[in-house]
Each structure stands twice: as C-alpha cells, then as structure tokens.
C-alpha cells in the first residue's frame, strides 16, 4: 500500500526503465477522464442498488428460514450454493440466461408470457441493474447464513415473554429481532459495502470483451485499475485510482460504523 | 443455407451480401431474430471491416499515410459509413451485436448465415463437423475492394545471451521453417509468411480467399488496439442503443481516435 501510495504520484510505466515525480499530475489526469468518473458513479451505483436489496433479502429469507424446523439444512445448503460456486461461472451463466431471444432463458419466460423482452446486458439502462441482481444471488447465501447464527443465538426467552406480554409477530420482528442483530447487521452491511466497492469479476466476465460496456454504463473502479495497469501498463496512473478507490472504501464505511453504532446505542 | 434459397455461388457484392442476408434471416412470431442473415458483431472483426473496408468503399480514407491523423470523418461520405452500419441493425434487422453471444457462437452454431472473420478462426470452424461452410472474399462495394490484415512477427529480446540466446535462435529457425508454417496453418488457419508456401495454396478452397484478399489489404498502425476497437464500438452503441446521430457519434469517434493516437506519438 505505501509502495503504491508513493508511485501514485510517478510515472511509473511497466514498459520504461525510468520513473518519475509528476506530483499530482496523475489525480489532475484521472479526474478529467469521463471514463473514470463514469466508473466512480457506475461503483457507488453499484453499492447504492446493491447493498440495501442483499441485506433485506437475506434477513427476510433468514427469517423465515428459521422458523422452518424440517430440513432447514437443505434450504440453507441451496441457498449458499450460489456462493460457493466460482464466481466466473456464475457470471457467465447469469450472461447467457439474460441473452436475448432465441437463446436467452429469461427473455424465453417473458415470450411464453406474452411480455415484452429485454435487453437486459445490451442495454445501458439496465446492463448494471442486471450485474447487480447477479451479484445479490450470489451474496445471499453468504448473508442468510450470517443471519440464521444471529437469529439462533436471540435467547428465545425473550421471545417467548414478549408473547405473554400480548406482542403481535410484527411487533417482535420490530422490537426484538431486528435491534438484536444490529451488530450482524452493521457487520454485513460493511463486508457487502466493500465487496460492492469491489466489484469486478462478474462486469469482466458479463460484458462483451471485458469492456465495462455498453459505453461504460457497467464499468466499475477496480475495471478501470485493472484497464490502466495490466492494458496500457500505466501503473502510475493505475496506483491513483486505487488510493481514490481506498480512500471511498473507508469513507463509506465510516460512515456506516458512525451511523449503524450510533443508533443500536 | 444457400440452397435453401437457390443460391450455387457466394454474392460477391455489398448490396448482394445483404439482400441474401436479408432472405436468410429468420424471425419468430413476435419479430425476433432467430437465425442471422449476417453476423453484426463490431466487437469481433467488423471494427477492422468499418475502418479499412467499409470507409475505403465509401470513398474515405481512414488515416494520413503517416498513421498520425485520423482521416475517416473527413473523407469520402464521412459517416454515412457509420449510419450505413447501423441501419443494417436496425432497419433491416439481418444481424446484431451479440447476437448469441457473439459472431463465432452464432456462426459455429448454424444461427448465422454470413460472418466476416479471419484466417486463424479456421482451426476453430473445421474442429466442428456438423457445420458445413465456405470462405469467400469480403464484398466489393462502389467497384472497389478492399480487405484488413494483420501479421506478428517473432523476435529475440536483448536479454538472451550465451546459452539462451543459441536455444531461441534454434527455436526460431524451426518455429519459421516451411514445415513448421505449413503446420501451423493446418492446425489454426493463420497464414504463412513465406511466399513459397503460401503460393502452394492460394487455389485452396478455404485458404484462397485469404491469401487472394492480402494483395489488396491494409494493416490499421495500432497505439492502442483495445482503445482503438472500444472506439468504434461506442460509435456504434451511441447510434443503435441511444439513438445519437450518425454524424455526431462518428465526429466523437474520430476525436477520441485522434486523442489516443496523439498520446501515443507525443511520448
């Protein structure tokens, strides 16, 4: 990190022997690049649809996971299958299923429904959204399993007195549940913030050569570095974007531990 | 699929290709393509057919013979090359980009009738024995030909010495010879350097057409190639997905070319 903190403000090139001080010259570049702003929106877009559906998904499907008493294992084991699988060919299975007509499995559904098809990937609309929907089923798993161990270890005398007391199920959810898990929910919502941050090998693997595309609507952050490092070898350039990648990371979840601390208190 | 419609010869011109292609594309009931006239992919090999072909039949010329300007939004019918593209998408709906996935998936897959790609896809092609194909020139167009090749050349770095040095230099001598050429065009299709053998060919069926096309073919002089296609690609996204005029998109085009070429001759 201190190595790439220093070359972020060199020329440092993979493919010359020399290296030098630019100073800022290298944040001035990235930061009137279009393709690098886009990809900083496309990367908080990314945390902003994602994060909130993967974390009331999972609680929901956890929630009801627990109450179901007979094979809850396999319920849980179908639900991490996603997470377990590699996530290359997740990606280009989720890329063939949103293929348009004849090929595409979901464009096919939405034919026998007589509904409109979709662009879906093809489109700079929804190329991103698609990406993140991937992205939720694959993280799911991972959270409800989180979950269900916060869920177990709520005493279930608390339950069971709120029950006595004349407590609706709603009211329980609210009242008990919920503000238990804070603390496995504060974990979560940071780890799947940074893994959204992140975000890079389903958008390689789902648009057409890697690109980012359609016209970078998909292109994320760490896309970008990659493109800068490992394709121009401008690892000067490539060290930049990383530190304004780092410097989003702890920025964001900052200000998740201030907020999620500050009202669990 | 040629039968299918009474067609013994391959169509030989621009307007010929397309309206086969447009006898050949299946819909279904809603209006969907099911099967492609013509594979419409600018991702694969059509950003070399816009740049070199295409813009040289419309009477442009994409770059100063010097290989630092970009020349093609200046000359001949400038984007009417680009809006020509891109209504074959759209009006005619013969083909478009991605369509199963990609050009060689629809092609290799009996879902494509015509496809423009190189020499070295036909390893990949002859591997498959349920396809039944044949390789022709690339269409004339306004009476002029034109094609895009590309070569690679072998090289020993500065760092081999002693012992190294003598191996590479083996390897070399073999990985040139005509027997090792002659293999490598058999087992991929990329076409031999040296003359002697590539003339033993040049009535082959498959091989022909590809070594007939180099006598008028140009190399595109490469930055950045990754930028270079992205640029063309956009182009082409910009017209057919955010309905952006030809003429702007391809200005646009042209000055993003410009700039990566610009960075690359100021180093």
């Given amino acids: 990190m201190v190595f790439s903190l220093a070359m972020s403000f060199t020329d440092w090139n993979l493919l010359s022997k020399d290296v030098h001080f630019t100073g800022f010259d290298n944040f001035v570049k990235i930061f009137s690049d279009e393709v690098f702003l886009k990809a900083l929106w496309n990367t908080i877009k990314y945390v902003i649809f994602g994060v909130p559906s993967v ?168 896309l970008y570095i990659y493109e800068k490092a490992f394709v121009n070898f401008d690892m000067g350039l490539a060290s930049s974007a990383s530190l304004v990648l780092f410097g989003l990371i702890m920025v964001i979840t900052f200000i998740q531990m201030k907020f999620l601390n500050e009202k669990s208190d | 699929m040629f039968k299918e419609i009474g067609l013994d010869q391959p169509p030989s011109t621009l307007n010929e290709v397309i309206e086969v292609a447009k006898e050949l594309s299946k819909y279904d009931k809603k209006g969907n393509l099911i099967r492609a006239g013509f594979t419409m992919q600018p991702s694969g090999q059509h950003h070399h057919w816009l740049r070199e072909v295409l813009v040289r039949q419309f009477g442009g010329v994409p770059y100063t013979s010097d290989n630092k300007t970009v020349l093609y939004d200046k000359t001949g019918a400038g984007s009417d090359v680009l809006q020509w593209y891109v209504d074959r998408i759209v009006k005619d709906n013969i083909g478009f980009p991605n369509f199963l996935n990609d050009d060689v998936t629809a092609f290799q897959s009996n879902m494509a009738a015509m496809t423009i790609d190189g020499s070295f896809r036909l390893g990949t092609l002859d591997a498959n024995k349920s396809l039944d194909y044949g390789v022709a020139e690339l269409p004339e167009y306004n009476g002029i030909k034109s094609n895009f090749a590309s070569f690679w050349a072998h090289g020993i770095t500065t760092n081999a010495t002693g012992e190294k040095l003598e191996a590479s230099i083996k390897f070399l001598k073999y990985i040139t010879s005509p027997k090792a050429m002659e293999l490598w065009l058999k087992n991929t299709g990329e076409l031999p350097a040296n003359p002697e053998i590539a003339s033993k060919y040049y009535d082959d069926p498959k091989y022909g057409p590809f070594l007939k096309g180099l006598e008028y073919a140009h190399a595109t002089f490469f930055a950045d190639e990754k930028a270079q296609r992205e640029v063309l690609m956009n182009a082409i996204d910009e017209v057919y997905l955010k309905g952006i005029s030809a003429a702007e998109a391809w200005k646009k085009a042209a000055g993003t070319e410009q700039k990566v070429l610009d960075e690359f001759w100021n180093k």
């Fill in chain 1, 55 to 222: 974390i009331l998904l999972s609680l929901l499907i956890a929630m009801m996971l627990n109450r179901i008493r007979k094979f809850q294992w396999l319920f849980r084991l179908l639900y991490v299958m996603p997470y377990i699988t590699p996530l290359v060919a997740v990606s280009w299975v989720w890329r063939w299923l949103y293929q348009p007509p004849p090929m595409g499995v979901l464009n096919n559904i939405l034919l026998n429904l007589n509904m409109p098809t979709q662009q879906f990937l093809s489109s700079t609309e929804q190329a991103l959204i698609s990406i993140v929907v991937t992205t939720v089923w694959i993280q799911l798993g991972y959270c409800i399993v989180i979950f269900l161990a916060g869920l177990q270890t709520i005493p279930s005398e608390y339950i069971e007195a709120a029950r006595i007391d004349g407590a609706s199920r709603r009211q329980i959810t609210w009242k008990i549940t919920v503000p238990l898990l804070k603390p496995i929910t504060l974990f979560l919502v940071i780890m799947q913030s940074i893994s959204f941050l992140r975000i890079f090998t389903q958008v390689y693997n789902m648009s057409v050569q890697g690109s980012g595309g359609p016209l970078n609507s998909t292109k994320p952050l760490v």
